[in-house]
């Protein structure tokens, strides 16, 4: 990554190389489930927005370790949203 790249650099979950903010998705437990958005209350885990980072996220257990959750997570809408198939898809 260059270093004059402006503004927040977060890491991703799945393949935990840096990036730019704007190039990752923010992921944040609602409810047992896994919720996408940037104005999620609580803490969030960053993900590039393809199949293979949410792959290697969940085969890691990725998303409870960086949110501090012991439990299983529904994981659903996160992969709806990554197939375009999820009502969120266009909110992003």
Known sequence: MSP?????V????????????????RVAQEGGA????????????????TL???GLAERRSAFGRALGI?????????A???EGQGPQASAL
């Open 10 to 25: 977060r890491t991703c979950v799945g393949c935990r190389k840096r990036a730019p903010q704007g190039q990752l998705i």
């Open 80 to 82: 709806c949203h990554l």
């Open 4 to 8: 004059d790249v402006l503004g927040p």
């Open 52 to 54: 293979q980072c949410f």
């Open 34 to 49: 896994l919720r996408i958005g940037r104005e999620a209350a609580g803490r969030g885990a960053w993900l590039h927005p």
């Open 70 to 78: 012991a439990g299983p997570l529904d994981s659903t809408a996160l």
